[in-house]
Structures are given as structure tokens and as C-alpha cells.
């Protein structure tokens, strides 16, 4: 946290917890994991501000990924409303049981930026953030979620069986075999030969 010396954290059941003291103004926290010889990391900002009001951003999650050329943010706040900045472009959204939501529009590929506002009756004001990445297809995600997971390998199942049709939308996002050099070369068909794929890029065994 802020440079600190880094903590290590024990997982137990997936989860994890760890305390640090937080500086008034912006906090980084920086997350990094290791397994098998593989590593990932994680980067999060958390303001501390005294006496401001509360704002947070429960959705979307940072740096999510989607397809999408619009969605609906939600968050909680204090006040009446809160200012939201999106990729430049400022409206307000109202709060209601200290919560907003708003539909925003995602103009650009790649990222956009977002900054929610609340501020006080005495002008101190507290804010949040996030990026969400538009992409023009995420391979493997078969349910519009912005992840590949066991919910896109349920999908794929029922369609190699024949239980779904494999429409135009699931060969895009689904036609992942074979791998040639560890990148998906579709073959025009959905079989058993894209889930073994799918599910290996879900259990980290592939990368693509």
C-alpha cells in the first residue's frame, strides 16, 4: 500500500484479507498473486477523505471488459446527487436511498474513463473511479458477461450436443478449435474440440 513493505496474505478458500493504514487523499493498493510460475497483478485506488461524503462504484468492476457500446452504472453516495464524468462528457445522476444508477454510452474501443462526484453542503467532495475496456469481441465469452467462465463452457456444451442452435453470435465467440500455436483458428463448426479448449483457457492451462 503507498510503497509500503509489501504484506503477504495467506488464501484460504479463494479469499483473502489484509489491513493497511490508509493516507488522507489517494491511496494505491497494488495486488500481485503467484502460482506454478505464473503471476498476475492488481492495481486499486482508495480515497481517504475526512468528513467528505461517501461515493463508491459497485458496478461495473475495474477494468472490465465488455462488448457493449453502452451499459448502466450503479453506486452508492451521499447527498442529493452525484456529478458523473464520462470520457469528458459531465451529467448528474440522482440519488435515491443513497443510490444512483445511470446509462452511460461507451464511445470509444479500448478504454473509457469514468469519474463519479458527490460533495457536501460544505463543498468538500469525495470521488471514485473506473475504466471499463471496450473491446470489439472477447473470444470465448458466450454470454455477453465480459469474462470467459464455466457459465460460457455450459453454453458451449449444450450447443456441441445440439441442444442450442449455434447461431451467427456463438461460432463469433465460441469457434475456439483448433489452437495452432496456442491461437484459436475456427474451423466453422462448434464441437467437442471447443469446449476442451474453452475449459482449458478457463482452468489457466491455455492463454489466448
Do not use: C
Not at 37 to 47: A, N
Not at 59 to 73: G, V
Not at 109 to 125: F, H, L, P, W, Y
Amino acid at each position: 500500500m503507498n510503497g509500503d513493505f509489501p504484506q503477504l496474505l495467506r488464501v484460504e478458500g479463494g479469499s483473502f484479507t489484509g489491513t493497511g493504514t490508509l493516507s488522507e487523499g489517494v491511496n494505491t493498493v497494488e495486488l500481485s498473486a503467484e502460482l506454478s510460475g505464473r503471476s498476475s497483478r492488481l492495481k486499486r485506488s482508495v480515497t481517504y477523505a475526512p468528513g467528505a461524503p461517501a461515493i463508491a462504484i459497485t458496478y461495473p468492476a475495474q477494468d472490465m471488459r465488455t462488448e457493449q457500446q453502452s451499459l448502466t452504472l450503479r453506486g452508492r453516495g451521499g447527498g442529493g446527487s452525484v456529478r458523473l464524468d464520462v470520457n469528458g462528457i459531465t451529467f448528474t445522476a440522482e440519488l435515491s436511498g443513497g443510490l444512483f444508477q445511470q446509462q452511460i454510452d461507451l464511445p470509444l474501443a479500448g478504454e473509457n474513463r469514468i469519474k463519479a462526484t458527490a460533495s457536501g453542503s460544505d463543498g468538500v467532495s469525495a470521488t471514485a473511479f473506473r475504466n471499463i475496456i471496450r473491446i470489439d469481441r472477447i473470444t470465448g465469452d458466450l454470454d455477453g458477461s465480459g469474462s470467459v467462465d464455466i457459465q460460457d463452457a455450459s453454453a458451449l456444451l449444450r450447443i456441441s450436443l445440439g441442444l442450442e442452435p449455434a447461431t451467427t453470435a456463438a461460432l463469433a465467440h465460441g469457434d475456439v478449435a483448433p489452437l495452432v500455436d496456442g491461437v484459436p483458428r475456427p474451423d466453422g463448426v462448434i464441437d467437442v474440440g471447443d469446449l476442451l479448449v474453452l475449459l482449458r483457457r478457463i482452468v489457466g492451462l491455455a492463454q489466448w
